[in-house]
C-alpha cells in the first residue's frame, strides 16, 4: 500500500491491530529503531521475550516460528492498515505513515482538572483560617481541629486526583503515545 492509497484507520481497525502482543511489539521495536530493520532482527528480539532468554540463547526453531508468524500473519496486517512498510526485495520493515494514527488513538489529554488551582486554594483558605483563628484568640484546641480539618480536606483532594489520574491512565508504553 502506497501513501497515496492510505485510508484513515477506524478504532476497530486499531484495536484489531494491537489485539495482538506481536504486533504490539513490533509497533514498538520499530518506533525505537533509527531506520528500517531486518525481519529476522525483529523476529530475534520477539522470540527472545516470548521464550525468556537472550537472543544468543535462541533455537533455530524458535527464531524460526516467530519469523513465519511475522512473516505470513501480522507484517502484512500492519502493512495493509499502513502502519508498516515492508520491503520484500531486502527483507527490512519499517514503521508506515498509519503508525502514527495509532498512537493518535491514545493521546493522552491533559487533564480538564486544574489540581494545581485547587491544592494552591486549598492551602491558601486552610493558612488564612488557621491564622485567623489564631489572631482572634481561638483556643489551641479548636486551632488543632481547624489545623486537622484542612489535613483531611488536602487528603480529599489527592485522594481525587489520584483517582481521576487512574481512570485517565493508558496501559500503552509512552513511546507509543503521540504527545503534542
Do not use: C
Request: proline share 3%; charged share 20%.
Amino acid at each position: 500500500m502506497s501513501d497515496s492509497d492510505y485510508q484513515q484507520l477506524s478504532q476497530d481497525t486499531v484495536f484489531d491491530l494491537l489485539s495482538n502482543p506481536r504486533r504490539r511489539f513490533v509497533l514498538h521495536y520499530l518506533k525505537q529503531a533509527d531506520g528500517p530493520v531486518r525481519l529476522s532482527e525483529l523476529a530475534a528480539e520477539i522470540a527472545a521475550i516470548e521464550n525468556e532468554v537472550s537472543v544468543e540463547e535462541l533455537t533455530s526453531q524458535q527464531r524460526k516460528r516467530t519469523y513465519v508468524s511475522l512473516y505470513q500473519t501480522h507484517i502484512p496486517k500492519l502493512e495493509d492498515a499502513g502502519a508498516v512498510h515492508y520491503d520484500a526485495e531486502t527483507g527490512r520493515v519499517e514503521l508506515g505513515s498509519g503508525a502514527g494514527e495509532i498512537g493518535a488513538y491514545f493521546r493522552q489529554q491533559r487533564s480538564s482538572r486544574p489540581w494545581q488551582y485547587y491544592y494552591l486554594a486549598l492551602a491558601g483558605v486552610g493558612f488564612a483560617v488557621y491564622v485567623l483563628a489564631g489572631i482572634a484568640g481561638v483556643t489551641t484546641g479548636l486551632q488543632f481541629l481547624v489545623g486537622v480539618a484542612v489535613l483531611v480536606a488536602f487528603g480529599g483532594v489527592a485522594a481525587a486526583h489520584y483517582f481521576s489520574l487512574r481512570r485517565e491512565q493508558t496501559e500503552l508504553p509512552s513511546n507509543l503515545v503521540d504527545r503534542e
